[in-house]
């Protein structure tokens, strides 16, 4: 398996154990659990107008990707929230 440039620097840190360990506790862990279950959760239900246009194209590409619309368009959305994704 061939590494990047950058796990390579991981992987030398982590044998020369650059790393630290740090201890959890039960109230982190329950804290870490809740921000995650929260990410996941999909509560709301939204009904929007698209052009016709625009949905013929969502819905092709998220058959390409090999979701369903509705799931591919939440992506797009919270991955443009969270500045994962740049607006067009």
């Keep these: 398996?061939?590494?990047?440039?950058?796990?390579?620097?991981?992987?030398t840190a982590f044998k020369n154990?650059?790393?630290e360990i740090i201890?959890?506790?039960k109230k982190i862990r329950a804290t870490y659990k809740a921000a995650a279950?929260?990410?996941l959760?999909?509560?709301k239900?939204?009904?929007i107008r698209l052009?016709?246009?625009d949905l013929d194209k969502i819905r092709e590409l998220a058959?390409?990707?090999?979701?369903?619309?509705?799931?591919?368009i939440g992506e797009i959305l919270h991955e443009h929230i969270h500045g994962r994704r740049r607006a067009a």
């Design 45 to 47: 239900s939204i009904t």
């Design 23 to 25: 201890p959890t506790t």
């Design 17 to 19: 154990k650059e790393f």
């Design 1 to 11: 398996m061939k590494l990047t440039k950058y796990e390579k620097s991981i992987l």
């Design 63 to 72: 058959v390409h990707s090999g979701k369903k619309y509705q799931t591919y």
């Design 37 to 39: 279950e929260a990410t």
């Design 41 to 43: 959760l999909k509560d």
């Design 51 to 53: 052009n016709s246009m």
